[in-house]
Structure formats: C-alpha cells, structure tokens
C-alpha cells in the first residue's frame, strides 16, 4: 500500500502540492492524469525517494521493490551492447549469477564434507536464480525489445549507436522485464509507434503487480486503469473507474460542488445581512454572537477547477480546391541510390478525405509525408499537385525549433508578410492568442501552447490539405481532444502520422499501413485496419488447412468429419459458454467483495485492522487475475470454436 498522508510540496511560489492524502492499494492499477506541470511527476519521485516532500508523509511497506520509467534518459552513456544493458536492469540476477560463479570456481580442490557444503550453496543460489527470473531473463528481454520495435539484428548494436528515441524505448523494455511490486510509468507511449503501444498495451495486461500509470494516451488509460487520480491546482482526487468513466464522475461530482458552494453562499450572505442588521441590538447579541461563530465554523466547499477550454483550436474553412488534392504515382525514394525507402508507391488523396499513416519506426512514414508536403524530392515518379490546392505541413521538430526570444506574433507575422496586422491577430485569436498572449516569447510557451502556435502559422495562409508529423506530441489529453475535434470538424484534406491510438481512431477515415518498400491502403478507420489485418493473418492457416483436408480425402469423407467436428464443436461452445458465465459471476462476487474492503481501508475507522484487511485484498486481488485469465481463456476458446464451426 502506497499512502501519501497530507503531503505538501513547493517549487519557489509554486504549491506544486498541498495537503494531499491519497492511498493506492495493492494490486491497483492507476492512472493519474492532469494538466502538463500539475505534479504528475513529482508523486513518481516521491515514491521512488528522489523528491522528499516539505510537509506531510509518504508511507509503504519495506522492501517494496519498484520499477520506474522516467520521461528522461539517463545522463551518462552505456558501452554495453543493447540486448545486455536491458538484462542487466536486474541488477540482483546480475549479482546471484556472481556468486555462483565465484563458488562454483572455488569448488576445484575441495573435497568431502567441504565440497558438498558449497554445492549446497550453490544449489540455493541457483534456485533463487531460477526463482528470481534468471535463466530466462535475456529470452524476456529480447522479446520486449523486438514488442517495441528492435530488429533481432540490433540486439547486439551498442546501445549507444541508438537515437534518444530508441534509447528511450530501451529504458522502457529495461524496467519492463524487472518484475517490480510496483511499476511506475512516466509517459511510456512517448517515442513509441502505434504498433508498439499495442505491444505495450497487451503487455501491461498481464502484470499483476501495483501500476501506476502516467500518460496521456486514452487508450492506455482507458484500457489498463480501474482507477484514476486526478492531479490538479495542488489537489489529488481519486475516482473509481477508468479515464471515460473518470470524465464522467467528474463532471457529476463538479455540479453536486458547484450546487453546495451556491447554497453555502447564499446562506452565508443571509447569516452575513443578519450579523450587519442587528450588530448594534443589545437584544439580539446572543444571536449575532452564534451567528459569529457558525460563520467562523463553516468550511469553504472548495469547487474543482473545469476542465480546460477544448474551443482553442479553431481551425478555418479550406479554400475550395479540385476533387484530387494530391497523387504520387510510381513514386520511389532512395537516400544512398541503392537501397528504397519507398518504391513504385501510388497514392492519391481526394478533398475531405482524413488520412493516416500507420508502422514501426523507420518504415518510411515521416519520408513519405515530407515528399507529399514538397518538402522533399523523391527518386523516381510523379508527384501531382490538384488544381487550387495550398499545402499547409507541420514537422515534428518545428515547435522544438521556434526561436525562443521570437514572439508569438512573430511567428506568425514570419510565414505571412503581406497579410495584414488586423488578420494575423485575427489568426492568433483562433488559436487561443489573443491581446497580450500574442506577444508572449517562444522560451516561456506550454508544450500544448507551442502546437497551438505552429498551427496558427500554417493557417495564416489557408490551406486545403494538412500534413502533420507527430501533432500530438507536446499536448496533454484536453489538448488532444481539441485537436482532435478541430480535425473532425475540417473540410479539407488531412494526412498525419500520430502514436496515439485514439487521436487515430476518432480522425483518420483511412489507413495506409507502410509495408517497405511500398504501402497497403485500407478504405476504413483504424479499427476497420486492424480487423482486415488480422483477418489476412489468418486466411493463408485456413487456406493451407482446406488444401491439406482435400489432398488427402476424398469429398463424402471430408463433409463427414466436418460434420462431426461441427458436432464435437457444439457440444465444447455449450461448455464455455457455461464457463465464462461461471466466471463472470466470480469475478463480479470478488469486485464487490474489493470494493467493500478497500471502502474500509479508506474509511480509516478506529480499531481497524489495515494487516488483515490487506492481506485479504492481496488474496481477492490475485484470484481476480486467476478468474479474469480463466475468463479470456474461455473467451478464446470459444471464439475458435465458433470459427471451426463456421468454417
């Protein structure tokens, strides 16, 4: 149990903090969101003791041990090759496997009762190996890293010849494989493709451990937390419930607050108008007195801040363009003049039409959209801009690389000189700039406020197809949705690359999935692609299983044990179906049964036995992970089965 008791922490005049109480059980799995600078991160370095608060406790067992991803790398280079530098994130395996070593060198000599004594030792340490995870740690590693990405090839590159993205995701495998009680994750779907957060997502799913997760990826939250803390203006409150059903609660919890503050004011303004009216009457000073009193008594319901304005990107309409916005045709792309990125790629994006491009790193999506945007020349083929058509292209890097003593309103003003004053306010305004926001600096700009901005640039000069890398990077969750909505709502063309998996699915109406050296688009949302994927996975299983069955058998034979498999299938589908209501009802009997213990752990009531309150939610905790395995196993099964059946 992790419990932060009236917790305070001050950065200079900044309440980072301020008399937080919370508590995070056993086995939970958290997600703590909030604005960028809330203090997300500073509940993480208080946790792991890199932070100390300047009033109150942090509390949890001894010998608890903890796995963290920092949104930072570490600051000293690592000579080791990339496979080993991720294994060695065990430094107790690392140390065992030391001790046996220097004991089983040290067996050469002894003899006799001496001898089996060490081989005695050894055969412990080695069981502690084995416990510990050791003897297949480098198998664990290697799979993590090639889930994130990593080629089995660069397994043994020097960890070092890696990109600070790479880099990162080598941290992330590192503190993956460790097996910690409690895993703390600071932004993991940074640098990760969408292939790689799915990895991650499916992962995460199977840890048993205590997660407490910080990011601003919705489908991480939405699909790994059952419960969220919201950090904000130096408060913490917790929510039962994942991040949908966080945005919910909130919202009902912020009426009933507004409601009570409402009729609190007014009965303080009537206790106040009483205490002025009748102050200088002898005869009434009993009253004025106690009225005195129950003011000074009356604590102020203290209304949560609402979520930010999502209204600050207001994206213009396009200018009307023709029907083909933009093609390539037999369109190749080679660096070195040997080797394609990209090669015979036709593609062609028509007005309206929401655009996204999806794969591993280094698959040739940053290439492609920087050749579509003009930025780049290609190699071969043709590239046909539609009649009237303005490109508008965001970078990845452009926000990182705005002058820092530049204003707002210079930038602006930059990529449009003949625009005049009154319509590049008119474009900062929309953009959330408006009086003196516009003539902030560069270097004092929010991560959300710098996208804003490069947006606000592009629209300057308004475009009718949007090429964006990465637009989701800097911004927090309610940034996001604005964007997102912003999107949704655009008439124009889009063509985007973005890991975040929601953002993908709520704007992108087609899928180009990147299959070097050409590519494979899909006429449907992300949901639509995954299912056409995972549908062609399987058909060549189904195709080789036909041919077999008709090679070897003749038809009457084969429709007769088709018919009898269907049969045996019938009978296994009535027996799961059974099982997964068994379990549904179990795990439904072991929620309630959480929900009542964890209500006494936080009701803190005197005489209270917390030991054995958490002893049993460790219990309900792990035969929950039992029923919900047993649960998605059956799930499984009779899904194949009704394939078999269909088939």
Known sequence: MIDFQRVSKFYGDQDVLEDASFVV?????????????????????????????????????????????????????????????????VPELKELHGQIETLEAGLLGLEGTFREKELQRIGALQDAFEHAGGYDIEARAAAALCGLGFQDAGLQRPFNEFSGGWQMRAELARTLITRPDVLLLDEPSNYLDLPAVEWLQRFLRNFTGTLLLVSHDRYLLDSLTTITLEVMMGKVSRYAGNYSHYL????????????????????????????????????????????????????????????????????????????????????????????????????????????????????????????????????EGKRIVGHKVVIGYQSQEFSDTMPPEKTAYDIVRAAARDTDDKQVRTILGMFGFSGEAAIKPCKVLSGGEKIRLAFARIFINPPNLLVLDEPTTHLDINGRRALEEALTRYAGAVCLVSHDVTFVQKTATHIVAMQPP???????????????VAAQAEAPLRTNASKSDVNGKDKKQLRKERAEQRETLKKKTRGLEKTIVKAEARIEELEAEQSRVLGYLSAHEPGTDFEDLNRRLSLIQGMLVQANKEWDIAVDELDCAKAGMQA
Do not use: W
């Not at 370095?45 to 009033?55: A, E, H, L, V």
């Not at 607050?257 to 009993?286: C, V």
């Not at 280094?362 to 020349?377: D, P, V």
């Open 248 to 379: 919910v609660e909130r919202e009902g919890r912020y009426a009933q607050l507004s409601a009570s503050a409402k009729n609190q004011a007014r009965r303080r303004e009537q206790i106040e108008r009483f205490i002025t009216r009748f102050r200088a009457k002898n005869t009434k000073a009993t009253q004025v007195q106690s009225r005195m009193k129950m003011l000074d008594k009356m604590e102020e319901i203290q209304v949560p801040a609402t979520s930010p304005d999502l209204s600050l990107i207001k994206i213009p309409d396009p200018p009307h363009c023709g029907t083909t916005v933009l093609q390539v045709e037999g369109m190749s792309k080679s660096y070195d003049g040997s080797e394609f990125v990209l090669k015979d790629v036709d593609l062609a994006l028509q007005r309206g039409d929401k655009v996204a491009l999806v794969g591993y790193n280094g698959m040739g999506k940053t290439t492609l959209l920087r050749i579509l945007a003009g930025e780049l020349e290609y190699t």
């Open 25 to 89: 059980n056993p086995g939970e799995r958290v997600g703590i969101v909030g604005p960028n600078g809330a203090g997300k991160s500073t509940i993480f370095g208080m946790i792991n003791g890199q932070i100390q608060p300047d009033k109150g406790e942090v509390l949890f067992p001894r010998k608890t041990r903890f796995g963290h991803l920092r949104q930072e790398l570490r600051a000293d280079g690592v000579d080791q090759v990339l496979l080993n530098y991720v294994v060695d994130g």
């Open 518 to 532: 050409g590519i494979t688009r899909y006429h449907g949302n992300y949901s639509y692609y995954r299912e056409k």
